[in-house]
């Protein structure tokens, strides 16, 4: 099989690193001189600044560890690891950099991929599969009206930031309550005259590190569905717990949401510091410009600003280049799992869901989405029929602009289940149970990769464990920071719970559980079973939903 690959960022890089390891032959288009996506500093795609939101611990791939020594690696160090995994795997041998991919169409039974390079010269490949992994972070949503031509106020998206040097002794205002809104507002605090930050409605802000923990340390996978459980104070009680400056700061700012949902953490360390000490100063949400440039907020207010930086997102995806039948261009509304062009699977895209706003979308989420995909081109995985995957696509693909939240750690489960690389809790309790009542540990992902290097200090740490501790092939535990204070045995007992009672005495029978095990799971009450990919909430309102 011949597949094509579009984008060398991490999610095309580890597309390529696994279709070869299938045997399959591969090229891979990159429109960029250099690899690594928004990780590319000279790409344009992230603002100056930017650092991976998750830990050294849960960021690398599940056979490649860290090559850097930073908690939380900046753009430059990101690139700087991906390059060596492509160099460490061979894979620079199939990029055609500076190969900007114009069409994707159909041709005799397979796919017909034309690239254009800088200097206007066009090719184009025949392959059976096209993996487009080109990245949902490229065109910045704006506001319908901006600024007449000659406004004195300058105004830009978030990309276009760089640095706050630029405007020293200006009032600017930062547009968007989001992580990079945070970010560049703090950046900027101390050097502008004047920072603003528009916030539409107040979200959860947790640093990255507390109390000594990185922040996606604090739970396994398992304790992220258990946490659920809790009340958002309690919640909040723990956190306090862990850093109470942190929280009795956030509290005094009047931004910390006293209710809602702990799931959706938003990972900044600075921006909570910067507006208690009068540094940045939250208003009113943005409502829009006005000829003259001036802003209108939302609560009627105004004000003038030197420069607005808008951090409102971004615009879906352009797949305007992809025919999958003649005349017709791809509909995001026609991805099965949002991955897959459900009339043939064989073209997918390898990109986060359009409609989440995800957490924890590093290296193993774009590992594990490549290879549920390489699963099924190579048959070791099956998809629903046609008929199934339409059904799904108009069961949940008919509001995209209704966006929920995408637990990128959790996601991993699933889709290493959906694949086969992860074991089957039918067959494997045991090997299964250790995986997700661990931390996050991408090599636990592909224990089968596992070796004393990819072990990192801060697994070390946290486990009390040591290299030789390693048992190749099998995952390995490694608890986390607060999941004794969860009831992780009644989500394993809901999980059994959830498998046919044949398979629970099988499971007895073969030692994979034990009685209690089997009690527990014949007390769960119905419904409330737990499928072992590990449902989670997505959006505010399911936890209503759920009590209802």
Known sequence: MRTAVIGAGAAGLTCVRQARAAGLDVICFEKAAELGGIWNPAGGGAYAGVRMQSSRMSMPFSDHPPTFAADFPTQAEVQDYLRSYAERYGLLDAVEFGSEVVRVARADGGWAVTARTADGRERTERVDAVMVANGELWQ?????????????????????????AEYAGQRVLVVGGGVSGADIAADLAGTAARVDWSVRRRQLFLPRSIGGLYNDALFSYAGRVAVEELPYAEYLAWMGELDPDYLAMYRATGLLPESGFHGAVHVNERIVPKVFAGEVH?????????????????????????????????EMPDYSFIEPLPGELLRREDLYEHHFWRHDPTLAVVNTPVDTEAFGTACPYFEAVAGWVLAVHTG???????????????????ALEDRRYLDCWLETVRL???????????????????????????????PANQSPESLTSANLDSADLEPADLDPGRARPVPAALDHRLDLAGVRHRILAALPLDVRERLLAAGEVDVADLAGAAAVPAGRELAPWLPYRQREDDWVRAAA
């Open 416 to 446: 290493g289940l959906l694949s086969g690389t992860l074991p089957d809790p039918a067959v494997d309790f045991g090997a299964y149970w250790t995986l997700v009542a661990s931390q996050v540990d991408p090599a636990n992902l592909s």
């Open 380 to 398: 070791k995985a099956a998809l629903p029929d046609e008929r199934e995957r339409a059904e799904w696509c108009a069961r949940h693909l008919g």
């Open 282 to 314: 939250p208003v009113a949400a943005f409502g829009g410009f006005a000829a003259d440039g001036s802003v209108e907020f939302a609560d009627g207010s105004g004000g003038t600003y030197d420069a607005v930086v808008l951090c409102l997102g971004y």
């Open 140 to 164: 910045p949503r704006l506001p319908a009206r901006l600024p007449e031509p000659g406004a004195p106020v300058k105004v830009l998206a978030s990309p276009q930031y760089r640095g706050a």
